[in-house]
């Protein structure tokens, strides 16, 4: 649950986004009207344009159409949108939500990750849900907030969807230094997951990085009825990362 400080100041960032419009957050030039970026600094993003069609995980060539790992073995869920890379500017923005509690970061991801959306959004399934990634009871309270909670909300108040919770288990050892199977081995039945109906589930993270965390969250959400997984995150890992 995010505390009632943390909440107060994105009210007040929301307030002073409205009040002092006009600055792109990326380099202080025009912006697009009622956008919170300029044209030039949004086409200059990294896009995840070149990316697997089931994972996301950025590809070195045109012709491929899955990664190597996803062409192996296919992941427990069914698709990914993951718009970004994370590096240069959407690095720093995720640093600066993730780890400096900055609600200027947050606002701006949730309406950057709206802004790539395509299709009818009243389409969506009636039993979609939005499952964040937790994380462990100890890390949430040390941390302040979990930042994929937070995301998962706001995205659902924006697209009208519910949110529903998994428990982490157990408290793993951090994934950073790990590699692509260190990090599927550290996540083996870690998490808890109670549908409420059979759902088409939609796992909401920050960063993908292997996507480890999103495989074995899904192949939770499906053993614990859920029709359908896919995975939304705002970035993604390049590769050699």
């Given at each position: 649950m995010t505390p009632v400080w943390y909440a107060s100041l994105f009210r007040l960032e929301k307030r002073l986004r409205s009040a002092l419009p006009g600055h792109c957050a990326f380099c202080l030039g025009q912006t697009l009207e009622e956008k919170a970026w300029c044209q030039e600094c949004f086409d200059r993003l990294p896009w995840n344009k070149r990316c697997c069609t089931r994972c996301a995980e950025p590809l070195t060539s045109?012709?491929?159409?899955?990664?190597?790992?996803?062409?192996?073995e296919l992941p427990a869920f069914s698709g990914a949108h993951v718009p970004f890379i994370f590096e240069g500017p959407i690095r720093q923005l995720v640093h600066n939500f993730k780890f400096e509690a900055s609600p200027r970061a947050g606002h701006l991801?949730?309406?950057?990750?709206?802004?790539?959306?395509?299709?009818d959004?009243?389409?969506?399934?009636?039993?979609?849900?939005?499952?964040?990634?937790?994380?462990?009871?100890?890390?949430s309270q040390e941390r302040g907030f979990n930042q994929a909670d937070w995301f998962a909300r706001q995205l659902g108040r924006h697209l009208d969807l519910p949110v529903i919770n998994a428990t982490r288990l157990v408290?793993?050892?951090?994934?950073?230094?790990?590699?692509?199977?260190?990090?599927?081995?550290?996540?083996?039945?870690?998490?808890?997951?109670h549908l409420p109906s059979a759902s088409r589930v939609v796992i909401v993270d920050d960063v993908v990085t292997t996507g480890a965390t999103a495989q074995s969250l899904a192949r939770t959400a499906?053993?614990?009825?859920?029709?359908?997984?896919?995975v939304l995150a705002f970035a993604r890992t390049p590769l050699g990362a």
């Amino acid at each position: 649950m995010t505390p009632v400080w943390y909440a107060s100041l994105f009210r007040l960032e929301k307030r002073l986004r409205s009040a002092l419009p006009g600055h792109c957050a990326f380099c202080l030039g025009q912006t697009l009207e009622e956008k919170a970026w300029c044209q030039e600094c949004f086409d200059r993003l990294p896009w995840n344009k070149r990316c697997c069609t089931r994972c996301a995980e950025p590809l070195t060539s045109v012709r491929q159409v899955l990664c190597t790992h996803c062409r192996s073995e296919l992941p427990a869920f069914s698709g990914a949108h993951v718009p970004f890379i994370f590096e240069g500017p959407i690095r720093q923005l995720v640093h600066n939500f993730k780890f400096e509690a900055s609600p200027r970061a947050g606002h701006l991801m949730v309406d950057l990750y709206l802004e790539t959306l395509t299709g009818d959004r009243e389409s969506r399934s009636e039993n979609e849900v939005l499952l964040p990634v937790p994380l462990f009871a100890g890390r949430s309270q040390e941390r302040g907030f979990n930042q994929a909670d937070w995301f998962a909300r706001q995205l659902g108040r924006h697209l009208d969807l519910p949110v529903i919770n998994a428990t982490r288990l157990v408290d793993t050892p951090s994934q950073r230094m790990l590699g692509r199977q260190g990090r599927r081995d550290n996540l083996n039945d870690v998490f808890q997951l109670h549908l409420p109906s059979a759902s088409r589930v939609v796992i909401v993270d920050d960063v993908v990085t292997t996507g480890a965390t999103a495989q074995s969250l899904a192949r939770t959400a499906l053993a614990a009825g859920a029709m359908n997984v896919a995975v939304l995150a705002f970035a993604r890992t390049p590769l050699g990362a």
